[in-house]
């Protein structure tokens, strides 16, 4: 893409998320999924990593998603409509990695995610969060084999990035780079976020509309 192109899809970006966005609903299993209208973008990651936050910092809304995935809370796929006539879809999938979970939760959580990865035609890329302190941990290697192996390409994103200092961001940036290179479906693109300073969420809107419309 030229420099036209690249300024006029970030702008239509901007513009995009800067209109209506609603919560559409919430699906506990596959039966629950609304049918699919419009191309989705899920959103993946440890519990705590930042995600219901980069949600709302993507769409300038304070209370989409709510904060904070509790260990007990119902495991579902809750779902957000972008533009009216809706134009993309926002797919916040449930947390992993909490510690000391109930095997029969992490079950439940395992099955509910790969049926919809696996299932879902609309799907047209993942975001996997990862936080900018921790870099990649065991979980998220799972998530991303799951990926991987549903063939859903996806994006890390490392979150909290106002949290570490920009050497260490830079030494982490370019060891995710190596990781992602392992992995089949994982896009070679790694985006840096912080929810709390704006920094990175413009471009993330853009290859969340980019990736929407491919
Ligand atoms: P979730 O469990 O993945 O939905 O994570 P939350 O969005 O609830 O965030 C977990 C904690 O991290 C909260 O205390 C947030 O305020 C904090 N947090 C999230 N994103 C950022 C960020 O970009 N920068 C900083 N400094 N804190 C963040």
């Given at each position: 893409m030229n420099d036209v192109a690249d300024k006029e899809l970030a702008e239509r970006a901007r513009k995009l998320f800067a209109g209506p966005v609603h919560f559409l609903k919430s699906a506990p299993g596959l039966n629950f999924l609304p049918d699919s209208t419009a191309p989705e973008i899920a959103f993946a990651g440890?519990?705590?990593?930042g995600k219901s936050s980069l949600l709302n910092a993507l769409t300038n809304r304070n209370g989409l998603a709510r904060t904070s995935n509790t260990p007990g809370r119902t495991q579902e796929l809750n779902f957000f409509d972008v533009g009216e006539p809706v134009k993309l879809r926002l797919v916040d999938m449930p947390g992993y990695g909490?510690?000391?979970?109930?095997q029969d939760l992490v079950r439940r959580w395992r099955h509910l995610v790969n049926d919809y990865l696996r299932g879902r035609s609309a799907l047209k890329r993942a975001l996997v969060l990862v936080d900018s302190r921790h870099g990649l941990k065991d979980v998220d290697r799972e998530m991303m084999r799951m990926l991987d192996d549903a063939a859903v390409s996806y994006h890390l994103v490392l979150t909290k990035s106002d949290k570490v200092k920009p050497s260490a961001l830079g030494a982490l940036y370019e060891a995710t780079i190596v990781d992602a290179a392992k992995h089949l479906a994982a896009h070679p693109s790694i985006f840096t976020t912080s929810s709390e300073t704006g920094s990175g969420i413009a471009e993330l809107r853009t290859a969340i509309l980019e990736a929407a419309t491919a």
């Amino acid at each position: 893409m030229n420099d036209v192109a690249d300024k006029e899809l970030a702008e239509r970006a901007r513009k995009l998320f800067a209109g209506p966005v609603h919560f559409l609903k919430s699906a506990p299993g596959l039966n629950f999924l609304p049918d699919s209208t419009a191309p989705e973008i899920a959103f993946a990651g440890r519990s705590n990593v930042g995600k219901s936050s980069l949600l709302n910092a993507l769409t300038n809304r304070n209370g989409l998603a709510r904060t904070s995935n509790t260990p007990g809370r119902t495991q579902e796929l809750n779902f957000f409509d972008v533009g009216e006539p809706v134009k993309l879809r926002l797919v916040d999938m449930p947390g992993y990695g909490f510690a000391e979970a109930p095997q029969d939760l992490v079950r439940r959580w395992r099955h509910l995610v790969n049926d919809y990865l696996r299932g879902r035609s609309a799907l047209k890329r993942a975001l996997v969060l990862v936080d900018s302190r921790h870099g990649l941990k065991d979980v998220d290697r799972e998530m991303m084999r799951m990926l991987d192996d549903a063939a859903v390409s996806y994006h890390l994103v490392l979150t909290k990035s106002d949290k570490v200092k920009p050497s260490a961001l830079g030494a982490l940036y370019e060891a995710t780079i190596v990781d992602a290179a392992k992995h089949l479906a994982a896009h070679p693109s790694i985006f840096t976020t912080s929810s709390e300073t704006g920094s990175g969420i413009a471009e993330l809107r853009t290859a969340i509309l980019e990736a929407a419309t491919a």
